[in-house]
């Protein structure tokens, strides 16, 4: 017997109940008699829910206590009357925001279209939109608005920097971006003796911007720190590899929190006497170290993971050992452990709101002590009223966080093009 | 270097005194010697675990030999890191599961060590890289990515990267035991060009044709020893040994 049949000439359509929203509900829903009780109790579940959040949210909720707090949320206590006394600090902040949206606009010159220039226009527009918000901040006049406004043009030159002068290459934006980042620190700590730069304490920095100023300094730092652990922890060499060891088991194994507690005291060990170290600076050495830590045993799972061929070809070709590194193995284990990456950077940026442990006010500390001294002061009833400052604050972590793991997502797909 | 009378540096390009090699307690080569002159193709075969791959391998150091001489084009491999990279820049090596670069293209693949180690100018090394890809057939692939290649196409780069060094030593580790049956013959199409261009090669492979029509001599491993070193003729009409004919009985 032949088990060989006629050829189907013409192609038939899938059975109809396989298809379609019919068949898909049918596929994913109801496909037996518990599936389909678990639908419909989820189903209920979900609609309660949304319900009873979607009625929170646009009747009863009261954001003004946002608006109320509005500047201190962004900046913190910088241009109080204790830390910047008899004049009007906001501008330094602001010029600094200003070197972004310069840098972003560069970048976007740099790009061209895509991702990079719906992140520039977006960041611009919504600063510049918060000109027209009506705080409650003393000491807000027009020029702070004005700079807000400045953001759109500062963008334009950026932009038109990129595109028409030789400052147009990823290299120069990169080094633009570190001097813009020290820049931004010696505005904001300001210079003594030099007019309008008075000093700021770091103590008074705070709100989204003290968040900001932690996470990109960690992350920019902690980066090349956790390649390194992560080469010298495979390195030959029995001391390099047994230091990158204890290094990161010790940063590791400790919790965050006690690590801060402890930065008071560790930190300034590492240091000559009388050197001038900040309670700030301590606690971004410390987040950037334990960040670093983490993020070599990311990058060692990415180098665990490469073929032994990919470095045997390249030194069968006359590369030296380092030269391997660089061009093979760290480009794919990067490439292939970047959800990681993104991941840990991720955990940098929230964790950085655990500076309240050494007194200083990043935004979600310093909305936690609003809100408790307006109830306690009897402005507002209950610590209830106030609870959509931390809807808020939750809907800005999330819209960085996620920011974070789109860019990520599109780097692996732009990378992905010649994936295994 | 002086002519000693074992060595001719000129003629005998690749001489082996009794090399041994250990993995752990596994003797894996037992005092293997033999001599590759100048212009030789000399294909090697043998049963798996018979320590052919790990000998081609100690030759640019990919292993290292515990006992014994290597001297290759002159210069004695030794622990001295400069003579291994001189070696390895002279010794081209094509491996099995090809080992192309996936993050970088095809035409990078091969410009990558002529640039970073022989410092060519980058227009330079692509005319190369060009060239070597016409040569191997496929010139048109230079901007795609290794993953988007078939088999026989990647490992026709993996040749063309190793010839872009200018090698005066080709080795093959299986290239092509990886590959698909329709795939093997453009392979070796390539080999069989490159042995003809008298370049030096040591290949091991299991292909009896390509062995008996294009090499000088047939090495066979068995337990880490040469056990025969003939040539094809021979080799396969006459062999000296009971193991050889055996071998040959199950692979032929």
């Excluded at chain 1, 990079?116 to 027209?132: D, H, M, P, Q, S």
């Excluded at chain 1, 147009?168 to 934006?173: E, L, M, P």
């Excluded at chain 2, 329709?182 to 292909?207: D, F, G």
Aim: proline share 5%.
């Amino acid at each position: 017997m032949s088990t060989v049949t006629e050829p189907v000439t013409t192609q038939l359509p899938p059975p109809r109940s396989e298809i379609g929203l019919v068949g898909w509900l049918r596929a994913n829903l109801f496909s037996t008699w518990y599936n389909s009780a678990l639908t419909v109790v989820v189903g209920a579940l979900a609609a309660w829910a949304l319900w009873y959040g979607l009625r929170w949210l646009f009747i009863d909720a009261d954001f003004t206590v946002v608006s109320t707090l509005g500047g201190l949320l962004i900046i913190g206590q910088y241009n109080t009357d204790q830390a910047c006394a008899g004049q009007n600090c906001f501008w330094r902040p602001q010029a600094a925001l200003l070197l972004v949206t310069l840098l972003l606009g560069m970048s976007w010159g740099v790009a061209g279209e895509g991702l990079t220039r719906r992140i520039a226009i977006i960041v611009a527009t919504v600063v510049a939109l918060f000109a027209f918000l009506p705080y409650s901040l003393e000491r807000m006049g027009w020029d702070v608005r004005l700079l807000l406004l400045a953001n759109v043009p500062s963008l334009l030159l950026g932009w038109a920097l990129a595109r028409y002068t030789r400052l147009g290459t990823w290299r120069w934006v990169a080094i633009l971006s570190v001097a813009a980042f020290l820049l931004t620190l010696v505005l904001l700590r300001g210079l003594p003796g030099v007019p309008g730069l008075q000093p700021v304490s770091v103590l008074y920095w705070g709100g989204l911007m003290l968040n900001l100023l932690l996470a990109v300094a960690g992350i920019v730092v902690s980066f090349p720190i956790g390649i390194a652990l992560a080469l010298g922890r495979r390195s030959r060499l029995p001391v390099v590899k047994l230091l990158c060891v204890v290094f990161i088991e010790v940063f590791r194994g400790v919790p965050l929190i006690t690590l801060l507690f402890m930065s008071q005291v560790l930190v300034p060990l590492a240091f000559p006497e009388n050197f001038p170290l900040n309670a700030l600076l301590r606690a971004a050495i410390i987040i950037t170290l334990f960040s670093a830590a983490y993020m070599a045993e990311n990058i060692r799972g990415g180098l665990q993971a490469l073929h032994p061929g990919q470095a045997e070809a390249a030194r069968a070709l006359g590369l030296p050992g380092w030269q391997t590194t660089l061009l093979i193995s760290l480009p794919q284990a990067i490439r292939n452990v970047i959800p990681a990456i993104v991941g840990q950077f991720i955990a940098l940026f929230k964790d950085t709101s655990l500076v309240y442990i050494i007194g200083m006010l990043d935004i979600v500390e310093l909305s936690r002590k609003f809100a408790t001294t307006y109830v306690e002061n009897n402005m507002l009833p209950y610590l209830d009223d106030v609870q959509e400052v931390f809807i808020f604050l939750a809907l800005v972590f999330w819209i960085f966080c996620f920011g974070m793991s789109h860019i990520s997502g599109r780097i692996e797909r732009h990378l992905g093009v010649g994936e295994r | 270097m002086t002519t000693n009378g074992t060595t001719d540096p000129v003629e005998d390009i690749i001489v082996c005194r009794d090399v041994h090699k250990w993995y752990g307690n596994f003797h894996a080569l037992r005092g293997v010697s033999t001599t590759v002159q100048k212009g030789e193709v000399v294909v090697i075969i043998g049963p798996s675990g018979s320590g052919k791959s790990t000998f081609i391998r100690t030759i640019n150091r990919l292993e290292q030999h515990q006992r014994g001489d290597i001297i290759v084009d002159g210069i004695e491999l030794t622990n001295d890191v400069r003579n291994i990279d001189a070696i390895r820049r002279d010794v081209g090596m094509v491996f099995q599961s090809f080992n192309l670069f996936p993050h970088l293209t095809v035409l990078r693949n091969i410009t990558l060590a002529p640039t970073k180690v022989r410092h060519m100018p980058s227009h330079e090394a692509e005319g190369v890289a060009m060239e070597l890809l016409e040569r191997v057939g496929i010139p048109e692939q230079a901007d795609k990515y290794p993953a988007q290649l078939s088999g026989g196409q990647q490992q026709r780069v993996a040749i063309a990267r190793a010839l872009a060094m200018q090698p005066n030593i080709m080795l093959f580790d299986e290239p092509t035991s990886a590959l698909d049956p329709e795939m093997i013959k453009e392979v070796l199409e390539v080999m069989r060009e490159l042995a003809e261009s008298q370049m030096t090669i040591l290949a091991v492979s299991h292909e009896l044709g390509f062995a008996r029509e294009v090499a000088d001599r047939i090495v066979m491993f068995d337990e880490g020893q040469i056990v025969e070193d003939l040539p094809p003729d021979e080799f396969f009409n006459n062999p000296r040994h009971e193991r050889v004919k055996h071998f040959l009985s199950q692979i032929l």
